[in-house]
């Protein structure tokens, strides 16, 4: 039975938690230059005005029909959380990011064939807490491979507590969310992690009592 992520009918106005892996969990990106290429597409399909290729030929342009509001780029997967404003857009935005940098790491890395596993997955986000989740989720990820979150340079996380800044991500529209609920986004992700440490501990504990 195929996943229930795997079909996706995307609505207007709606958010969306998308992700996808390598083919056979082989790493998607390999070298910080990997990292760069993927978020330069985010930025030519997403910043303020459209840009041209060599021969100015207008490169896709998405901005006002799909926003970016996190990203964590690992090894082998990625996550992304987008605002889709047009029906369309999200569609549009990662056929366009995935084709181009499928395009780029098999070129640069001389190889052949399919880069990611299936197509990406999609979970819509229904609810305003489960966003919240969604994006400390995201930032998290990086401790999966023993690095701390609020130092690995490939994910969003320092745009959430303003050590950057780029027109073509929109974490306000998280932030402005938590309103008086939340004191400071990196309280928010600690509580997470202290929480999910926690857990890890007991199922340990558990399995071998």
Known sequence: MPSPN???VFSEDSYYHIYNRGV????IFVKPADYAAFLNIFKRHLSNEPTQDNNRRTLPHYRGEVELLAYCLMPSHFHILL???EKEGATRLMRSLTTAYSLYFNKTHQRKGS???TTYKAKFIADEPYLWHISRYIHLNPQDIGTKYNLYPYSSYPYYIARKKAEWLKPRRILDMHGDELSSYPDFVKDYEAMRSELHTLKKHLANS
């Open 6 to 8: 795997i079909v996706k």
């Open 24 to 27: 056979y969990s082989q790493n």
């Open 83 to 85: 605002y889709n404003i």
């Open 115 to 117: 880069l990611f596993e």
